[in-house]
């Protein structure tokens, strides 16, 4: 297992964690000045700033990505929606090799309708043909321009909204009934926040192994927890035994970027952007 | 499948729902009233009401239990808190069996502390050997007395302070390992809130079979959650699909009641004890 604890040349940002304090370029120049070499941006961060302005911040401070979020969403109740839907992942594809990431991270949503509120259905089963489906349409794309996509499944509690894949396990059986031959170009992003409960989840990463493991994100589960969405925590903060999780998928073969990526509306979006990722730093070597 | 749509027989109501209203020997007459056949008490309901009293009130009305809410809490930092939970738990199996409850629910515990908001420790793997060695060991005097012992998984979301058992699979796994010739003795309980979004949901209730689903939960998954314990819905205002998941548990042989368990804080909790029970009764003819 890498040793944390001198350096955080292994330390990601997903730009999520300091959204509500800076606009996309500060937040890579702010990494860069940190030494902080990758970072995941959204899409739309990346549309606030401009592709081009992100790409030339990237190009100009050597910062890379560890990811782009996100494509995904899905499931819908007609083929018009399904057809935009592929349309807006082609495009999010497109960016995603714009800006040199990666992977492309499908989030890959839940019941058409719930995330605005409004559900429009309580089929489940549906919604995840909908995924299998929109997935190995995306994917004939993703691997034309060379792509790889990486399946998010999202804690349990998302399952209404933003994601009917749910455990690992669901994650993998989708690679492997889309990509068998274990080929790169499909495979999965790893959250701790949203997989340390699983019982399974050892298991799972074994069976993963270095071919499916395209990302592996951090931060912690608080105990309580006071909002289902925006109450991530601090590494170190919570109860996920980040250092044995990161064991495991080191183990499975993943040797790339541990990418922190922290929700939290009641605290770390309140503070200043640079405590924020100088405490990433302290953080990452310590606890991650 | 039955058909719930003319009148309530197999309803249930858990104590919990109507808990802020009134105590237990209330609870019990107005759902007597109401025709309710059965309820599922919570152990601080009994105790504060008095056991023989609720023993009374049961026995003057006829109404009998759907499940005895409950025991577990198993894992522990010291074998001396382990004996004093084991020594609670074989009080909760006096308890039910004083109130003819058909089944003990297990709430098996999280991480030590962390329901007291104080988790001693990140080892969800320890938390999982202390629940089935607690259930072992509790398992003996409840088939001595005969009261069969129903785990219940709860929600991932509930993994750190409240139940480390967050499957149905991991629940049928321990009943296998511990109770192997299904004598029934141990089973599980099924509710909707905590397994609907489970991939392998249908398959693990085909696997549970009608010797180990010991009793069925229902309410609704509300878009948005805004709590994470106490904003569960009134069955048909959410996203679950009831009446398919009722299908599967009676096609694998289960007859018993459909016990509805709602945590209100901000809504049915504060709304009229008889307005709350008049709407379990009409809902479950039509959403169940």
């Known amino acids: 297992m890498r040793d944390f604890s001198h350096d955080h040349r292994w330390l990601s940002i997903n730009a999520a964690t300091v959204r509500a304090q800076w606009p996309l370029?500060?937040?890579v120049d702010e990494c860069s000045r940190r030494g902080i070499r990758a970072i995941s941006p959204w899409r739309d961060q990346v549309a606030a700033v401009g592709l081009e302005r992100v790409a030339e911040r990237l190009r100009a401070t050597g910062v890379e990505l560890s990811g782009y979020c996100r494509g995904g969403m899905f499931p819908a109740m007609t083929d018009t929606e399904r057809r935009a839907t592929l349309d807006?992942?082609?495009r999010a594809i497109?960016?995603?090799k714009t800006l040199g990431a990666p992977c492309l991270v499908l989030v890959v949503g839940g019941l058409p309708g719930a995330l605005a509120g409004h559900?429009?259905?309580?089929?489940i089963a549906a919604a995840r043909r909908d995924v299998h489906d929109g997935i190995a349409a995306t994917l004939v794309?993703?691997?034309e321009v060379g792509m790889p996509l990486a399946i998010e499944p999202l804690h349990p509690m998302y399952a209404a909204d933003r994601a009917c894949v749910n455990t690992l396990e669901q994650a993998l059986d989708l690679c492997d009934a889309l990509d068998p031959a274990r080929t790169g170009a499909l495979g999965v992003a790893v959250d701790a926040y949203h997989v340390w409960w699983d019982p399974k989840l050892e298991a799972q990463i074994v069976r993963a192994g270095r071919e499916r493991i395209l990302a592996f994100h951090v931060c912690d589960w608080l105990v309580p927890t006071t909002d289902l969405l925006n109450d991530r925590g601090m590494m170190g903060d919570g109860v996920i035994d980040l250092p044995r999780l990161r064991g495991w998928v080191e183990a499975a073969g993943y040797?790339?970027?541990s990418e922190v990526e922290i929700f939290s509306a009641a605290n770390w979006w309140k503070r200043d952007?640079?405590?924020v990722l100088d405490t990433c730093i302290a953080r990452h070597r310590i606890s991650v």
Not at 119 to 123: A, I, N, R, Y
Request: aromatic share 8%; proline share 4%; hydrophobic share 15%.
């Open 94 to 96: 497109d960016e995603a």
């Open 119 to 123: 559900p429009q259905s309580k089929d």
């Open 25 to 27: 370029d500060r937040i």
């Open 273 to 275: 952007g640079g405590e």
């Open 88 to 90: 807006d992942n082609r």
């Open 141 to 143: 794309y993703a691997r």
């Open 255 to 257: 040797a790339g970027y």
